[in-house]
């Protein structure tokens, strides 16, 4: 479903990719691991069109996208869920749902697709017009996941979404995120909680320094990896994992 190929990245001078190669297949829930500053959110940027790539190859449903506007993309089919939610404070839950749909809106699937959220995030029907700035931080994270399966996505990237949670709000979204992937949706994670991570993914990438340094299932990377290296420095490695 998305291919990334030799994927370079920048913000001015300072250089955050440095040739990325990862897939993601229809159906999979695939992590992407690593420290602060390794490249998963810039990553996701550059998917996503937020960023422009400097070089490389993004496919998706065998169609180049790199470069293509993020609204473009959006329309294709990704979705990006960004680190820190993003949530228009100052309108109503209904409002952020009512944006979140504005690529794909149909007037006769407009309030089945409300429902199916209501379904999946019951809360949000609850406050349903209160703006989003009066939402708890979990209650945010899931509206933000909300508006973004309201454009009916392919592929939805998540970015750090249990960041500042409570433990009890944490153990709630990556439940939400597991059943993302029962209900048929396919799932690009960004995660600094690894372990957790690691749990509910059928792949993981772990980046360092801008580069994949390993890839491989769940089982591969806890018995071949020392994650611990990867995130606070020493030998890496019980053993590559390939890439």
């Known amino acids: 479903m998305l291919s990334v190929k030799d994927l370079h990245a920048s913000y001015g001078s300072i250089k955050a990719l440095h040739g990325i190669d990862l897939e993601v297949n229809e159906g999979e829930l695939v992590a992407l691991l690593g420290t602060n500053g390794a490249g998963k959110s810039t990553t996701l940027k550059a998917i996503s069109g937020v960023l422009r790539p400097v070089v490389g190859s993004v496919r998706f449903a065998d169609e180049e996208i790199a470069n293509k506007k993020p609204e473009a993309i959006v329309k294709k089919g990704i979705s990006l869920v960004p680190e820190g939610r993003e949530i228009f404070t100052s309108l109503t839950v209904a409002e952020n749902l009512r944006l979140g749909a504005f690529s794909s809106y149909q007037r006769s699937r407009y309030q089945k697709d409300l429902e199916e959220m209501f379904a999946l995030f019951p809360i949000l029907e609850e406050r349903l017009n209160q703006p989003g700035g009066q939402l708890s931080g979990g209650e945010q994270q899931q509206l933000a996941i909300a508006r973004a399966l309201m454009s009916h ?20 979204i990556f439940e ?37 340094k390993f890839s491989g299932s769940p089982q ?6 020392d994650l611990a290296s990867v995130y606070f420095g020493g030998e890496e ?4 994992v390939t890439v």
């Open 176 to 212: 939400l995120v597991s059943a993302l992937r029962d209900r048929g949706s396919t799932v690009l994670l960004v995660e600094q909680n690894a372990e957790r991570a690691l749990k509910i993914a059928d792949r993981a990438y772990v980046l360092k320094n801008g580069r994949i």
């Open 237 to 240: 490695g019980k053993g590559e």
């Open 153 to 172: 996505p392919k592929l939805i990237m998540l970015d750090e979404p249990s960041l500042g949670l409570s433990p009890a709000l944490v153990d709630q």
């Open 220 to 225: 591969q990377l806890e018995s071949e990896l």
